[in-house]
């Protein structure tokens, strides 16, 4: 990776969920700045200066090949394991393949989708802001549910969940919406998780520990 792409990272513009952040850091540094003093202003800055590190949202380049899923968010795999997708969905009782990612506060937190799909349902459930790293947390945190109905009939389902510090879970699509392989679907503010539940039948090709780069990192291959 050359150092102008990693400046890119980390330089990257700001998802527009985080302006009313922005906004606020810079207005505190400046009333700080002019009027209050140093010790208004340094925490003003660095909070700006945080908010435009956290709220980064880089250009993702997405593989073209056709029948991969990729993943929905940076960040590392704390848990592959079989599990029953959100009842909410409808999506049936039987379990299938579920790919948790942990995203730290350091982490990019724009969550993309992982294929193709039309969003046949999203799902809102309120709960608890247990910490998102925990097993857990899939079942009892805060949680935003989307299920995908894939070109070839299947379908697959993601989940955005809240964590002991996120207490805002944004999705910017409706139901009935078409989306592509990477595009942007919401923001999780802070440290979070997002769960993703591949078709039956179909295994996924990360392990534990992994690192994930949402858009990119290839989690399964739904022709395999």
Known sequence: MSLMHSLK????????????????GAAVAVVGGLLLGPWLFWP???????????????????????G??????????????????PVE????????WRV???LSVLDVHVNRAPADGVVTRIAYRHGTFLNASLDKASEDNER??????LPDGRDMAVVQIAGLIARRILCDVREGDSLTAGERFGIIR?????DLYLPHGIRPLVEEGQVMIGGETVIAELHA
């Open 68 to 85: 991969l899923v990729v993943a929905p968010a940076d960040g590392h795999v704390v848990s592959v394991a079989m599990a029953v997708p």
């Open 44 to 66: 003003g800055l660095l909070f700006t200066l945080f908010c435009l590190y956290f709220f980064r949202d880089p250009e993702r380049v997405t593989p073209s090949r056709g």
């Open 89 to 96: 969905l409808g999506l049936g009782a039987e379990a299938r």
């Open 100 to 102: 948790a990612i942990f």
């Open 9 to 24: 990272m980390v330089v990257a513009p700001p998802h527009p969920a985080g302006r009313p952040f922005l906004i606020g």
């Open 144 to 149: 935003n549910a989307l299920a995908l109905a």
């Open 190 to 194: 802070f440290g979070s998780r997002t």
